[in-house]
């Protein structure tokens, strides 16, 4: 539109025409803007439900149902609207400390407690949750963490205040943490949190600063006590079954003696009676026979020899020597002179010759002989 001198006056007609031409060319574009803003608005109902989450879809304000992964589409805001929850992550709360920078700051309000017989520890927690119930989680209370640690709070003050000092320092530490867990989990439930507790670890439980030393002296005297008592277990455990063992192998060893002398009992019998027949049959045979079975069981053992007294007049003297030695001058002389003089006469023998006797006549005096009947 051109500008007019200021002397020349308003062309009202003009400006009212112009003003219906541009009204004119804005509303044939109006249904096109109405139609781009319609498409758009519905456009904004879809939505994507990541792997483990939960979508929660409300209508006018009310749950009115529930999605798993995928793509889905549902009517525009202010309709509908769409809530996702991650139902698989493990959050984490801290009680009685803050983690700030990497580092761990101590919450004096949160950490201090009085256990049953009235002393002051400080604990400090970590619990691990995730959500197990979507429409709990966002619906039922204003604030799910703030909630969940101030049940925490209240569940470990309660643990603690049911054990003395000792035990939670020492050997009762499981024993706080599963009371906590299940009186934790009971007031969740009892809020309708929708939270479930996964895991709930003690990281510090201590004395006093100015009494800690003492503390740490006592504990570490109840290790001590604790650690030789597992020792002597463990030696019971070692010679216990060593000492059975042993006892089982004298046993074992004293019966096994037990049947070989009976078996050689039995067999002892059983030789006598067999001998006792032969015996009954041949008094005089086996009376010969058994004393000759007993000097040839003698004479086996025995370095003398046995000669009677027709062999024993010859019978050349033995002079022991060594193997390559020599004999002497007058060892040979010696020699020569008995074996040049004249025998004497068939005397008794000697200390070193034994006799025998035959029992029974025609009974050779020689165990040979004997053995060859």
Do not use: C
């Not at 541009?22 to 792997?51: E, K």
């Not at 209240?154 to 939670?168: K, Q, T």
């Not at 062999?311 to 002389?333: C, E, K, T």
């Amino acid at each position: 539109m051109s500008r007019r001198p200021s002397m020349e006056p308003l062309d009202v007609e003009e400006q009212i025409r112009e003003a219906r031409e541009r009204l004119g060319t804005v509303g044939r574009l109006w249904p096109f803007v109405i139609a781009a803003g319609v498409l758009l608005w519905l456009a904004s109902g879809i939505y994507m439900v990541q792997p483990a989450e939960v979508a929660v879809i409300r209508t006018f304000g009310q749950e009115t149902g529930r999605s798993g992964p995928g793509l889905y589409y549902r009517l525009p805001a202010p309709i509908q609207l769409v809530d996702t929850v991650n139902v698989e992550q493990i959050r984490r709360a801290e009680i009685g400390f803050r983690t700030q920078d990497g580092k761990m700051v101590r919450v004096p309000a949160e950490a201090l407690m009085l256990t049953r017989d009235e002393n002051i520890v400080d604990a400090q927690l970590i619990v691990q949750y995730r959500v197990k119930d979507p429409s709990q989680y966002l619906f039922r209370l204003r604030d799910p963490q703030e909630a969940l640690a101030a049940s925490t709070e209240v569940a470990l003050r309660s643990a603690v205040g049911r054990a003395p000092i000792d035990e939670i320092l020492t050997t009762g530490r499981s024993q706080v943490q599963g009371m906590t867990r299940i009186f934790l989990q009971a007031l969740l439930d009892t809020y309708e949190s929708g939270l479930q507790v996964t895991d709930v670890k003690l990281q510090v439980a201590d004395p006093p600063e100015q009494v800690k030393d003492a503390f740490q002296e006592v504990v570490r005297a109840r290790e001590d006590r604790e650690r030789l008592m597992n020792e002597a277990r463990a030696y019971r455990e070692d010679i216990l079954p060593k000492a059975r063992g042993q006892a089982q192998e004298t046993l074992r060893g004293a019966e096994a003696y037990k049947e070989q002398r009976t078996l050689e009992a039995q067999g002892d019998v059983s030789r006598f009676v067999a001998v006792l027949r032969e015996y009954k049959k041949s008094k005089d045979v086996t009376r010969d026979r058994l004393h000759l079975e007993a000097i040839e069981r003698i004479l086996s053992r025995s370095n003398n020899i046995v000669l009677d007294g027709q062999g024993a007049s010859g019978v050349m003297p033995f002079l022991p020597l060594r193997d390559g030695a020599a004999i002497p001058p007058q060892a040979a002389a010696a020699q020569a002179a008995t074996q040049s003089a004249p025998r004497p006469a068939p005397a008794q023998p000697s200390a070193s010759t034994v006799p025998l006797a035959p029992s029974k006549p025609g009974v050779s005096a020689t165990p040979a002989a004997q053995s060859r009947r």
